[in-house]
Nanobody
Framework: QVQLVESGGGLVQAGGSLRLSCAAS????????MAWFRQAPGKEREFVAH????????YYADSVKVRFTISRDNAKNMVYLQMNSLKPEDTAVYYC???????????????????WGQGTQVTVSS
């Protein structure tokens, strides 16, 4: 079973940038689609970004499109989320998730993923 550990969260001013990392261990990482989700206080968890097993098929929530970039390094068992032009509404706990297969559909729902990290807090001040 793959274990996922997120890092890179923190406090940043609006307009700033952060890079989140997700380290995978304990299983075969490269064969699976990966994604980032987030959950703000009092809100449901929401989809942020998806990437296919081979690094292609990047797909984003409309709210982060253009500002965020998802990537992966299969040799290092890592997934990244580069977040630019951050807004206060991006404040949330960000979770890394492993897909149930190399291709998941739809990529934007939690049920398409089977392993989750513990999350990393991102706080954007205005």
């Amino acid at each position: 079973q793959v274990q996922l550990v997120e890092s890179g969260g923190g406090l940043v001013q609006a307009g700033g940038s952060l890079r989140l990392s997700c380290a995978a261990s304990g299983g075969t990482f490269r064969n699976y689609a990966m994604a980032w989700f987030r959950q703000a206080p009092g809100k449901e968890r929401e989809f942020v970004a998806h990437i296919g097993w081979n690094g292609y098929s990047a797909y984003y929530a409309d709210s982060v499109k253009v500002r965020f970039t998802i990537s992966r390094d299969n040799a290092k068992n890592m997934v990244y989320l580069q977040m630019n032009s951050l807004k206060p509404e991006d404040t949330a706990v960000y979770y890394c998730a492993k897909g149930k297969s190399s291709i998941v559909f739809p990529p934007s729902i939690s049920r398409s993923y089977e392993n989750w990290g513990q999350g990393t807090q991102v706080t954007v001040s205005s």
